[in-house]
């Protein structure tokens, strides 16, 4: 059993039972599994720079056998870094990133691409730990190598100040009583025959967004009860548990909040609801012409420009909708920077140009524009001063929804441009792109920058191109339906 298997299991025995039995019942949760693995992959590659030297124990395709056969040649070799050390123990496969001889002992590393150590991280160490004390290694210490959010690359990365070493021996010693507790159970249902009657729970989504949620959520209407705004999971299994799934059945005496009662109302009498009075209010604040913007990003975790941190959002794409006076049909400009380079220098310049200096500009979700905004003011301060003046006539168009001044039912209880766009605008979506939404653009971008082939190229940039020029096309669609039920 593998170190995932167990974790598996321990958030839910259904799941490991389905992984093993009825693995066809998977899909890949939030899409973004595959760019999560290609990231660890790159991080993981990238840590082992802090140990040079070392020699890797992998085997590709990934074979087991073969990865414990070549860890115990390098171990007896008298190696003192090795990658990818495999071992077993009593049925149990972990992998260690990255183990380091000291002395008599040895010093395992497991390396994380998030930024501070969480309570899932220690689980994975501690079934570590619990197959390499079986398997009679010496540990003298463990470590979590995570990435320091504030690390600022220089001229020259550098690989040790990426990663924070967290020592967690003593945090994991105390659970490995629990491992030996759970292996016999966890054992047993990789063998048992029937599924373990598991129902749905908060468990479905912590640690990790469970991979079979589509099998055992297939009840759920949509919408449901768990569609319910502003409403804490423990609030909503109750209900749940009480045998309640449809929203028209939360009784009267239950406690909700104003927003959550307009919302039960408008999903069970198929009714928009507004407020006009505030959404005429908000509307009139508009000057014209309107710039309707979209920013998109990207995020490496290892960082490639000077003087930006992990993780850091860099903007390398906008699209702008421009529309001159009421009525009049948009004019469209955007900007995609060439993949390489830096792309803040040319984002930021041509954002200046094309916004010129009259009209209000409308971001869906003001916060992350402006976020950017000011993060490029800091680092190019010779844009600072026109960029605050950018700044100051960004409105959001996210707020009308936000604040609840308009509700469709199709919202289901959410005000992102995801939710919104296909309640109000049935006829525009995302579906027939091959870039469908923010995270994909992203890896598109970041993937340009390793291709060579021309028309691949070229197709991604188009195809990035369309994306975003549809997130602004549904920004001025929004717009115009909250101009009609004002009317
Ligand atoms: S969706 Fe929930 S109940 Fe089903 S296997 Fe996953 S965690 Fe278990």
Redesign the pocket.
């Known amino acids: 059993m593998s170190k995932t298997a167990f974790l598996n299991g321990r ?2 025995p ?2 490991l039972w ?1 992984q093993w039995n009825a693995p066809e019942h998977k899909e890949d949760g939030d899409g973004q599994g595959g760019d999560r693995m290609r990231k660890g992959r790159e991080i993981g590659r990238y840590a082992r720079e802090c140990f040079p030297g070392g020699r890797d124990a992998s085997s590709e395709p990934f074979d087991p056998v073969d990865s414990l056969r070549r860890t115990r040649e390098l171990m007896d070799d008298g190696e003192q870094v090795i990658y990818e050390a495999a071992f077993s123990y009593n049925g149990l496969f972990a992998s260690v990133d990255i183990l380091v001889r000291k002395g008599a002992h040895w010093h395992a590393y497991e390396v994380k691409s998030g930024t501070s150590v969480k309570e899932h991280y220690l689980s994975d160490c501690a079934f570590q730990y619990f197959v390499l004390r079986g398997a009679k290694i010496p540990v003298g210490k463990f470590f979590i190598l995570h990435i320091d959010n504030q690390y600022v690359l220089e001229e020259k990365a550098d690989p040790v100040r990426l990663f924070q070493r967290v020592p967690v021996l003593k945090r994991i010693q105390p659970l490995q009583g629990e491992i030996a507790r759970l292996l016999p159970r966890m054992k047993s249902l990789l063998d048992a025959e029937d599924i373990p009657e ?4 908060p ?2 989504r912590t640690p990790y967004p ?1 991979p ?2 589509g ?3 297939s009840h759920v209407p949509s919408p449901s009860i768990f569609d319910v705004m502003h409403m804490g999971s423990e609030k909503k299994f109750r209900l749940y548990r009480s045998g309640l799934l449809r929203q028209e059945e939360i009784p009267a005496d239950f406690p909700l909040s104003d927003a959550q009662k307009m919302q039960v109302h408008a999903t069970v009498s198929g009714m928009p609801y507004a407020d006009h009075a505030r959404l005429r209010e908000w509307l009139d604040t508009l000057q014209y012409p309107l710039h309707l913007v979209d920013f998109e990003c990207f995020q490496p975790a290892i960082p490639r420009y000077p003087g930006t941190r992990p993780y850091q959002q860099l903007p390398f794409q906008f699209s702008i909708h421009q529309v001159d006076k009421a009525g009049s049909q948009p004019l469209h400009r955007s900007f995609l920077a060439e993949a390489g380079p830096d792309p803040r220098p040319a984002f930021i310049a041509e954002l200046l140009l094309v916004l010129g200096d009259k009209g209000s500009i409308l971001a869906y979700n003001r916060d992350f524009e402006v976020g950017r905004l000011k993060e490029i003011a800091r680092d190019f301060p010779e844009h600072r001063e026109a960029i605050q003046l950018v700044i100051s006539r960004v409105v959001d168009l996210m707020l009308p929804f936000e604040k609840k001044w308009y509700y469709a039912p199709g919202m289901q209880g959410s005000h992102s441009i995801k939710s919104v766009l296909p309640a109000l605008v049935p006829g525009l979506h995302y579906e027939a792109l091959a870039i469908a939404d923010g995270q994909a653009a992203s890896e598109a971008f970041e993937e340009l920058i390793h291709i060579t082939d021309e028309a691949l190229i070229q197709k991604t940039r188009n195809d990035l191109l369309a994306y975003c020029t549809l997130d602004t096309a549904a920004m001025v669609e929004i717009l115009q339906v909250l101009e009609k039920v004002c009317r």
């Open positions: 958030q839910c259904k799941r389905l598991v129902d749905i729970g468990h479905c469970c079979f949620t099998h055992c959520w």
